[in-house]
């Protein structure tokens, strides 16, 4: 019998862990990345138990480690600069990991990284599914120096992000899956800590329709992101993304602490501006191929479950092929069959309580937001807000790659 081959496209967190788990089980993968190279840390994450519990059975959780501070305090403030002790992101039920999205990706690297062939600077262009495997034609380098080659693999995985090429290529254009939220988001990495706050504390701007928030950690810069909320997204990237930002925030005087963040992500040597999507399908696969994370159903940065369903969803796939040995379109089946239902609760989470709490949606939002910080000022009403945000993020422990 011939080792089956599996081409994984996006070297994420999906692709990253889809390769160490199918290589585990007698896969022979080959990753492709369109980037030239390794990408940068990136910007905030949070690794909830769903993702702990799967990180931990692949024997990466320790290499993850955790940047949440011991002594971080998250301030709510305003823009005169008044501050109240708020409830930050790692205060949440579960106590999520408040990490970078590159401690993940570099845990899985180096685990699969002396194992599995890699290539840079190489797409798929067009992919032909065939009754008995897959014949991708992968393109690698740029212009003239640019060379393609024609591959056959017994599965295909695209994970390679919101605006996937695989999916477009095997599924349709992304008009037909992409659900906009009608907000943006724009994220970088402070050079300079807020004046007035300990490197180690965490902050929030929550105003209707648009916020701000800082997110510290540990042995490295906090990062910042804001979101606002927009009628007409395609006009935000008509002009420098710092313009529209100043809009989102304006006509108000910035005060001084949204101030300096705004200058601080012009000056940014890397940033992040996009709009907020969620992917909706009624199929992640096909016979052979199959879709993961962001480009399957990208639950958002409001979900906070992003980093953690696409580990389940790698640990998982890498069990149900293992049990259909030889069976790959009845193990693809089972794998979106159970996890759909869970899938589907976290990108109504993400709608509805996990994007009211990255920005309030109306006045009234805002008010519940402040009179909930009140009651977190007090450690009686701290426990009974605990208590009760629980029971919604309940969801979030189940360790649903466990089989």
């Excluded at 199959?290 to 980093?307: E, F, K, N």
Aim: glycine share 10%; net charge neutral; charged share 25%.
């Amino acid at each position: 019998m011939t080792t089956p081959r599996v081409l994984i496209v996006g070297m994420g967190i999906g692709g990253l862990a889809t390769a160490m788990r199918l290589r585990e089980i007698g896969w022979e993968p080959v990753l492709v990345e369109r980037a030239p190279a390794r990408r940068p840390a990136g910007y905030f994450i949070g690794l909830f138990e769903t993702g702990r519990a799967t990180a931990q059975r692949m024997g990466v959780l320790d290499a993850i480690g955790n940047r949440a501070g011991t002594d971080s305090i998250t301030y709510d403030i305003d823009r005169s600069g008044k501050r109240r002790p708020g409830m930050g992101y790692g205060d949440l039920p579960g106590a999520p990991r408040l990490l970078l999205r590159g401690d993940i990706e570099a845990a899985l690297y180096h685990a699969v990284a002396p194992h599995t062939e890699i290539r840079y600077g190489t797409t798929p262009i067009a992919i032909d599914e065939r009754p008995d495997g897959v014949d991708a034609t992968l393109r690698t380098g740029v212009g003239e120096e640019a060379s393609e080659s024609t591959e056959r693999f017994d599965l295909v995985v695209g994970a390679d992000g919101l605006r996937s090429t695989v999916r477009r290529l095997a599924f349709g254009p992304d008009s037909e899956f992409m659900r906009p939220l009608h907000h943006i988001i724009g994220a970088t990495i402070l050079k300079e800590n807020v004046p007035g706050y300990r490197p180690q504390d965490g902050l929030v701007l929550a105003e209707p329709g648009r916020s701000v928030w800082t997110f510290p950690f540990t042995d490295h810069q906090p990062g910042v992101l804001f979101n606002y909320r927009t009628d007409d997204e395609d006009a935000q990237f008509r002009r420098p993304p710092i313009e529209s930002l100043r809009a989102a925030f304006g006509p108000e005087p910035t005060g001084p602490v949204l101030e300096h963040l705004l200058e601080q992500f012009e000056q940014a040597d890397d940033y992040l501006f996009d709009s907020v999507h969620q992917v909706e399908m009624d199929t992640w696969h096909t016979d052979r191929i199959v879709l993961l994370g962001d480009a399957a159903w990208c639950l958002t940065l409001y979900s906070g479950m992003g980093a953690s369903t696409a580990l389940a969803g790698a640990d998982l796939l890498g069990t149900l092929l293992q049990r259909n040995g030889g069976n790959t379109a009845r193990a693809l089946r089972e794998w979106d069959q159970r996890l759909r239902p869970f899938i589907a609760v976290q990108q109504r989470g993400g709608r509805t309580q996990g994007l009211t709490m990255f920005v309030p949606q109306s006045g009234r939002d805002k008010a519940i937001r402040t009179f909930t910080q009140s009651l977190m000022s007090r450690p009686i009403g701290k426990r009974v807000m605990k208590a009760l945000a629980a029971r919604q993020f309940k969801e979030k422990s189940i360790d649903i790659a466990a089989v």
